[in-house]
């Protein structure tokens, strides 16, 4: 479980830094094979950077559908909660849990359906070849305009992700049941003007607005906020 | 017909306080498999195809860029320097924190993000210097909404996303509307610091100028890069957002050497985790405008508007005022995403320009971003300040105030956003 944990947050860490490279050295190849340095123009122009933008384009879907799962477990995701987050604390739960499920349930049948999706655009042709059986009236699927990667591959992102998406929302689910919290980001404190502050404690989209749930604990963290008591409390 | 229950389904699923992007996709699964034909297998396909393009890919870039320069130094550089050319004036600290939010909304294209990379700083030091809590914190909310409106701004990339308009011409077009705002909360701060007499700085001198310049250069440089590398044609905008994540990341660790290389694994991490966030909604909402567009939706709102006489000034006071309310439950990413695809044909039927359009939609937002119960500044500066909400909320109306004059001003004066993109020919 760790494993996983790790292996999806190295995972959108390095495609978030490689897509930039990408771009970066694309561009940079483009500007400087206009400049005319004797052997080394000619090294550049031999490279081809047409397939950067393909690249990127996929890294970053990959990233968007890890990086989607990796978001329920930090609680990033933004809802209209202002009418939950008024409801009185067990009431809430109850949608809180509605929500999750919810979000397993999308999650789920977007995973069912572009994992039928895949295998229909060529993993069932690859998966038999690769076994030797014969191929009867199973299409080989298509390939990406520039890179020439198999499209089955590059859309395998729908599948992998949603079904990591709504493993991570059950995961959520049980432990918002046995525990009564939901991940949060608890903003420390933020020191005064001083030379080595960095502005991080306060992570915007991971606060406890009303564009996240309120779980059962953030009561006993906020005790000012009166709302979600069902009226004023003397 | 069918619009009514899109929009009911749509409407319950989101106040149960699913994920937006959770709730838009429901509704058009629902909707797909209760009353139409459609194969669901087009649904899982369109997830990905959604956001193929390569004029999104800004917005994680623009993230990344964001944090670094966040964490990096370099807003505290630009305070500094913005301190050093408006501290002596009246308002002191409070204008500088508008002016150094100016600055910083010129190379990120968050609001949130503003805030706390300039909030985090300077709220502190302002209490420090004497302005009373709520002061501080009115100034910094509002000024830090700027940074949506002043290039580069993730928004006005959704917006484009949702309707093709061209990037850079907004861009353009987010200059003088930004500027101006800067200026009028600038003139209210400096008003209210007059006439309940705040602490102002010594003047500083000119050498003393001259090295906060020098310092902030390198931050400074970066607005060059972005709006001279779009303009010049140089760099396509996603490039350019390529371009100054690199560079920022290039401050922050060689010439600052403020981040080191585990903050940086960090900051890639959370730019990732957030720009992952946004992307998903874009995808379910790319899904559910195909929807709308195949059951003719925008087309019948449009022929309805039309029929019944309205004008452009009644459709734009509508738009304003159902921005405004939506500024109420939701961030402005989902906002623009939602209702851009359905309200913009109708714009384009009463000769709205879209540049303008768009800029109408991104001060909205910004209104938004500054009241409860969902301003996420408003949150982003509670977490700094530590104040309450009902009290922070008292302590931005003044300047939200004058920001709503203001949108009434973007709003029926098109030239003030369309003037400058058209002058340097890009629309």
């Known amino acids: 479980m760790k494993l996983l944990d790790h292996l999806e947050e190295w995972l959108i860490t390095f495609l978030m830094a490689a897509a930039t490279t990408i771009i970066f050295a694309s561009v940079v190849h483009r500007y400087l094979s206009g400049v005319s340095i004797p052997g080394l123009q000619d090294w550049l122009l031999s490279l081809n950077f047409g397939w950067a933008q393909e690249l990127c384009i996929i890294m970053f879907v990959w990233m968007a559908k890890f990086g989607a799962a990796y978001g329920v477990r930090t609680g990033i995701h933004v809802g209209v909660d202002v009418l939950i987050n008024r409801m009185t604390g067990r009431t809430r739960a109850k949608f809180v849990v509605f929500g999750l499920l919810a979000g397993a349930l999308f999650t789920g049948i977007v995973g069912t359906l572009g994992a039928h999706f895949v295998w229909e655009n060529g993993f069932h042709y690859a998966l038999y070849t690769a076994l030797g059986k014969d191929l009867v009236d199973i299409p080989e699927g298509p390939t990406t305009p520039d890179l020439e990667w198999p499209t089955w591959i590059v859309y395998s992102a729908i599948p992998l992700g949603s079904s990591l998406m709504c493993f991570r929302f059950l995961q959520v689910t049980v432990s918002f049941i046995r525990t009564g919290e939901l991940p949060h980001h608890d903003h420390g404190h933020v020191d005064g003007i001083d030379e080595t502050t960095i502005a991080e404690e306060v992570n915007a989209f991971q606060m406890e607005d009303n564009l996240h749930p309120h779980d059962l604990t953030y009561r006993k963290r906020h005790p000012e906020d009166s709302s979600g008591q069902g009226g004023k409390q003397s | ?427």
């Not at chain 2, 909304?105 to 420090?128: D, E, N, R």
């Not at chain 2, 077009?173 to 009028?184: E, H, T």
């Not at chain 2, 540049?355 to 500054?370: A, D, P, S």
């Open chain 2, 1 to 427: 017909m069918n619009a009514s229950i899109i929009f009911i389904i749509l409407l319950v699923l989101m106040l149960t306080g699913m994920p937006i992007s959770i709730s838009l996709g429901l509704t058009v699964l629902s909707f797909l498999f209760m009353f139409t034909q459609v194969p669901l297998e087009s649904v899982a396909l369109k997830l990905f195809t959604g956001i193929e393009k390569f004029e999104i890919m800004a917005i994680p870039f623009f993230i990344l860029a964001g944090n670094f320069l966040t964490h990096g130094g370099v807003a505290r550089r630009m305070i500094k320097f913005a301190t050093s050319m408006v501290g002596h004036w009246y308002g002191g600290l409070g204008l500088a924190g508008v002016l150094a939010c100016a600055l910083f909304a010129a190379v990120s294209g968050s609001s949130p993000a503003t805030v706390v990379a300039i909030g985090s700083i300077l709220m502190p030091a302002m209490v420090k210097a004497g302005f009373p809590n709520k002061f501080g914190a009115g100034v910094i909310t509002t000024s830090g909404a700027l940074g949506i409106l002043i290039p580069p701004s993730i928004v006005m990339v959704m917006y484009s996303v949702a309707t093709n308009t061209s990037v850079g011409a907004l861009f353009m077009a987010g200059v003088i509307p930004g500027i101006g705002l800067a200026m009028v909360l600038g003139g209210v701060t400096w008003y209210r610091a007059r006439k309940f007499d705040y602490p102002r700085m010594q003047k500083a001198t000119f050498g003393e100028r001259w090295k906060a310049f020098r310092e902030s250069v390198w931050g400074l440089l970066l607005i060059v890069v972005v709006m001279g590398g779009i303009y010049s044609g140089m760099f396509t905008p996603t490039e350019a957002a390529a371009m100054s994540a690199v560079y920022a990341f290039f401050v922050a660790v060689f010439v600052y050497k403020d981040l080191s290389m585990k903050d940086v694994a960090r900051v890639l991490l959370n730019s990732a985790n957030m720009s992952a966030m946004l992307l998903y909604i874009i995808t379910n909402a790319v899904l559910f405008s195909f929807i709308m567009t195949n059951e003719n939706i925008p087309q019948a709102l449009a022929d309805w508007m039309l029929g019944h006489g309205l004008g452009m000034i009644a459709f734009l006071l509508a738009v304003n005022i159902i921005l405004l309310l939506a500024g109420n439950f939701m961030e402005p990413s989902s906002i623009v995403l939602i209702f851009a695809p359905i309200l913009f044909p109708v714009a384009m039927k009463l000769g709205i320009d879209p540049v303008h359009f768009g800029i109408l939609m991104v001060v909205n937002m910004e209104v938004g971003m500054c009241h409860p119960p969902v301003g996420l500044n408003l949150y982003v500066a509670s977490g700094i300040t530590k104040m309450g909400i009902t009290e922070l909320t008292v302590a931005v109306w003044p300047w939200l105030l004058s920001m709503l004059a203001f949108l009434v001003v973007v709003t029926y004066v098109p030239i003030l956003s369309t003037w400058l993109p058209k002058t340097l020919g890009m629309m």
